[in-house]
């Protein structure tokens, strides 16, 4: 997949990018995460990529021009690319969005700043607005990188082996189920007895029966999206 991300400060995908799964998946060929400073295609001499709002208000605004400018450019090498915008206003990122946009052969990701791009790069350039949840970031790079992070460890060979079965786990049970490691008993605490059984069949009904306790408990909205996932499924 070939994504290229739209950005004022692309330094800050350094050390995400660098970093464990998205690193591996770049290396493998899986994936290949392109960076582009828009302020390159801002045509005047200080190469302006904000102006004060028309009407008045706080803040600044990102114009479009460099944006249509950039994107077009990357529009002759990926035409078919939906372009992004990471927005506040967006529809909020979920696994079943996440799994729809990795089935794409490109994405463009638009990451705004200060209020936010002039409203006509939304109404004639991007094809998708996406929000990573109801609280306020400074810009979107980190929400590109929650997205990108989503994505990219969906696509085919991204992971090792344990991807299909954590991404069953998941659908399954929506919530992990509790986990342990060494020592058995540690300052007096000791791992469920049932975990040191070696009886596999009691192990997988426990956890089952501890991821929907898990779910029930702390994310009901969860509970009640899952049975209506599997009621949809069947
Ligand atoms: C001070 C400006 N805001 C009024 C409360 C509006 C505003 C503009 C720009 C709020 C946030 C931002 C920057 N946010 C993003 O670019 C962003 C974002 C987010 O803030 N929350 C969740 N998902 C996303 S995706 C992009």
Redesign the pocket.
Known sequence: MRIDVLTLFPDMFAGFLGQSIVKRALEAGVADVRLHNFRRFAQDRHHTVDDAPFGGG??MVLMADPIFRCVEHLRQEVPMAPLI????K?E??TQRLAGELALMPSLMLL??????VDQRVVDHLVQRE???????????????MILLDAVVRLLPGALGDEASTQEESFSEGVLEYPQYTRPAEYRGWRVPEVLLSGNHEVIRRWRRESARRETQSKRPDLFGAQVRMEASHE
């Open positions: 706080p803040g915008y990471l927005s506040p967006g909020v990122l990451c705004g700043r200060y209020e936010g996406i929000s990573v949840g109801d609280y306020v970031l400074s810009g979107g790079e980190p929400a590109a």
